[in-house]
């Protein structure tokens, strides 16, 4: 019997990346999505689970008494309950802390199994706002990235990136609009190489890793 790669997907928001990977996951025979987790109790990614016929757990901080870290250690063992081999994060406005990490590190390529897209090229604009941000600085090509996640914030291993332009007269919603669609083709198309093996590690500096995807 064909051995399935089990993932979940953890969103916060409306979940469209969410959708585009449950998408991309429904096409794929050797891979079973366990779940969607969000850390909101009315996101729009608990209806994008329903309708791809997905279970979508809600755990709030307000369910762990506000407690960040006993929300992370539920979110950690539902994960491992469900036994997932990889994490994708599509939109989840949570720091993953060091235990977390290390429950999805895979010991031989020395890499945490947990994905994120950011809404800008990395290393520029880190943090939570990477449209606004490149959008007031005023730049003239901006992009998405998508990377492992490592302890320091927006800084893992980076896979692939893909840009856009900025129109003169393009609004923060048109800059905002031309990055998803770009996040929309990127992401789904990295999760497939990714989870049929179709990518290698490799060590770029003294510190720094890079994954390298094939195909
Ligand atoms: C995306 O822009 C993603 O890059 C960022 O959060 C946003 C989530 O959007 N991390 P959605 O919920 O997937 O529509």
């Known amino acids: 019997m064909e051995n399935k790669v089990t993932i979940a997907i953890l969103a916060s928001g409306t979940g469209s990346n969410a959708k585009a990977l449950l998408e991309k996951a429904a096409q794929l025979n050797q891979v079973e999505v366990a779940c969607v987790i969000t850390d909101r109790a ?14 979508c757990k809600v755990i709030t901080s307000k369910n762990c008494g ?8 539920m979110v950690t063992d539902y994960l491992k309950q ?34 994120n897209i950011h809404p800008s ?11 606004k941000d490149a959008f007031e600085y005023g730049v003239a090509l901006s992009g998405v990235t998508v990377h492992l ?9 980076i896979i692939a990136q893909a840009s856009f332009t900025r129109g003169v007269d393009d609004s923060l919603s048109d800059f905002m609009a031309n990055g998803l669609k770009l996040e929309h083709q990127l992401y789904p198309d990295v999760m497939e190489k990714l989870l049929t ?19």
């Open 42 to 55: 009315k996101a729009g990614v608990i209806e994008v689970a329903d309708v791809a016929g997905v279970e």
């Open 66 to 73: 506000g407690d960040r870290a006993r929300q992370e250690q």
């Open 82 to 115: 469900k036994k997932v081999d990889w994490v994708f994060l599509a939109g989840y406005m949570k720091v993953l802390g060091s235990n977390f990490l290390a429950a999805f590190k895979d010991e031989a390529l020395g890499v945490n199994r947990v994905v």
């Open 121 to 131: 090229l990395l290393p520029s604009f880190k943090g939570a706002n990477g449209y």
């Open 149 to 157: 996640v490592s302890e320091e914030l927006d800084d893992g291993p």
């Open 197 to 215: 093996s179709k990518f290698k590690v490799h060590r770029t500096g003294d510190a720094r890793l890079r994954v390298v995807l094939e195909g």
